[in-house]
Structure formats: C-alpha cells, structure tokens
C-alpha cells in the first residue's frame, strides 16, 4: 500500500476526516494514511518522514518545506468552503497528479535499469574480448617462439647434415661399400643413448636414409640397424629423433 500523508491547516482536520471515512471517496483505489494537523514546517517534516506521496493542503505551507525525506510533495488547493464534493475534487485530483509522477518516475527508473543491464551485458562482452585477445596474444607469442625454434632446429639438421658428410669423407668410402661391411646394433640399445622415448619405427628410419641418400651406408631391418660404425648409427638415429621433435612441433 503507498503511503499518502496531507499536511493541512488544523481548521480542516475535521472535514478532511469525515471525507476520508466515507467509503465513497475511496473509489480511486488509494487512501491518506493520516492527516498532520499543523503549518509547523518543522512538525509537518518529522511527521511526514518515511512517506511516499505527502500532500499539503495548506496556503501556509506553500513555500516553507524544503529538505523532506519523503518520495514525492504535491501541493493541493482545498476550496475556502466546505463543500465537500469540492474538497474531495482538490484531493482526488492532487492524489492522480502524484499518481502521474511517480508513473513516470517508475518509467524513467525502469529505463535505467534497462540501460544498466545493458552497460552490464557490454562490459561482460567487453571483458570477454579482452580475455579473447589475451588468450591470443599468448598463443601468437608461443608460436613465434615454436617457429624460431622450428628455424634453429633445421639450421641444426643442417649443421648434422655437412658434419656427416665430413666424417663420411675422412673415415670411409662409401661408394663401394658392400652389405657384409656393416656392423649391426640393436636398436632399442641405441636408442636409449640418446632418448628416452619409445623407439621409431624401421619405416621412419629408412625414410631418414633415403633423404639422405644413406641407402646401403645404413641399414634398419628386425629391431636392429646397421652401419659401418657405432657412432655412424647413432649419428643416423640422432637425426630421426630432431625430425621426429620437429613434427610434433609443427602439428601443435
């Protein structure tokens, strides 16, 4: 229920209450919770504390309230008779102005709160393209750091690449170079030299052989790899295990 208080003149509190006990005037579907029978501007501002609508039915009062802590002041001009139909006019029609008010304070709070929902909503949005981006930035970051290592491990293939051909060169012939010359090691035996990973497949390693034109040099057959030394075949697993390292880079 709105709470609707009338400061009045106390000459009118009688006639005021005779209207407001007939059941008539209440067809507007509100009601005056209690009159405050006084022009005391200081009386009229503790009494009327709290109230929603507060409506001053008095010439006295018309410029001395200032600071009331009620939601809305509508000032009424009661007729100087006592016609009553004319007193219940002045009231019915300073109850709808409020009414008319408060409706359209009501409107502009609910647009408000339309609008912080939606300043609400944007931030969110907001915030999320932020982390959007954050996330990535990072991941631009991490694959720039992927290529340049991507880069540095082809340079080192490369280097792997010109100092096998120099030990190929210093120590052995290999043009001639006949299957029984070859020495064979295991391969898992090998392997854990230089990784603890599960060992490659013999696909894996003779494709290694063919790009480097290793056929015949180098031999992978029935877990066991061949080569003219020790060191030549773990050379040879060395950089099947770079290339190796290097695919897993590329397909993150």
């Known amino acids: 229920m709105i709470d609707i208080r009338i400061a009045t003149d106390p000459e009118k509190v009688e006639i005021l209450s005779k209207i407001l006990k007939d059941s008539s005037f209440m067809d507007i579907d509100v009601s005056i919770s209690s009159i405050i029978p006084t022009t005391d501007p200081q009386v009229v501002r503790k009494a009327a504390k709290g109230a929603d609508i507060l409506l ?39 109850m709808i102005r409020s009414a008319m008010h408060c409706i359209g304070m009501l409107s502009r709070l609910i647009e408000l709160e339309e609008e912080a929902e939606n300043l609400k909503a944007k931030e969110e949005e907001y915030l999320e393209m932020r982390t959007e981006y954050a996330e990535l930035k990072e991941k631009e970051i991490f694959l720039e750091k992927i290529l340049e290592e991507s880069e540095h491990l082809k340079r080192t ?16 012939d290999f043009d001639d170079i006949e299957t029984k010359d070859l020495l064979s090691f295991p391969l898992d035996e090998l392997w854990k030299e230089i990784s603890g990973s599960p060992s490659p497949r013999n696909e894996d390693i003779d494709v290694a052989i063919k790009r480097l034109n290793l056929e015949g040099s180098i031999m992978v057959s029935c ?17 099947v295990k770079i290339t190796q390292e290097l695919q897993k880079r590329q397909n993150y």
């Open 56 to 94: 001053v039915a008095s010439e006295n009062l018309e410029n001395e309230l200032s600071d009331l802590s009620v939601g809305h002041v509508e000032h009424v001009q009661l007729p100087g008779s006592d016609d009553t139909s004319k007193i219940k006019k002045a009231l019915r029609d300073g």
């Open 157 to 172: 293939v490369q280097d792997l690449r010109r100092e096998i051909k120099i030990i190929r060169r210093e120590k052995h």
């Open 223 to 239: 877990g066991y790899i061949a080569a003219a030394s020790r060191e030549e075949a773990l050379d040879m697993l060395r950089i």
